[in-house]
């Protein structure tokens, strides 16, 4: 992903929007399994969203991750802008993690029952750029198409020590009026060189 702040870098940005367009095609092409291709585009965003987490924070002067709710808020309100020329809107709350056999909430705000109480945070997008230009064809209804910002993000915040989960709860290509991830936070990690990034 390019850094979109206008102009040549909006240029980019379309490039790249055209370019990931021509991905997702060839996967479909190659595996003609819309679910392997939702996990190798989560992949590829994972391996980007690590590579975004460094150079947004080597920039980045006195920005600090110090919780989750930190975090997603700088992925909502900076890099996203940063980086996908659109901000996001973070909601925070929590939800359970599900019970053994059990089927995880698709919103933050509806709880699975059983298991563990987990920070869950709802990134709203009006605008979704990889989206822009595009119509799924038929037969690729399960496609996520935009997964690779689900890659992104957790690739990011694993970069910053916290594992997270991240799926679209709501997407404009699938019929919904906006677009929402849902992001849960499943572990905090240990490593001394990220505790930088969350000192004071």
Partial sequence: MAAADGGTDTVSLDLFVMTYGAIVSQMMSSFEDPARVNTELAKLGDTIGSRIADDFLSKAEGVRCRSFREAMTVIA??????YLGVAADPEFSFTRAPAAGGT??????????????????TLTMEDNPLARWVELPEGAEDLRF???????IQGAMAAIMYKVEAT??????????????KVVLSQVLKDTAAEEYRAE
């Fill in 77 to 82: 309100k900076n890099a996203f802008p940063t």
């Fill in 104 to 121: 995880a909430a698709t919103e933050c705000s509806a709880p699975a029952e059983g298991g563990r109480e987990l920070e869950c945070c």
């Fill in 146 to 152: 935009s997964n690779l910002l689900c890659g992104v």
């Fill in 168 to 181: 679209f709860s709501e997407d404009t290509l699938r019929g919904d009026a906006r677009n929402r991830i």
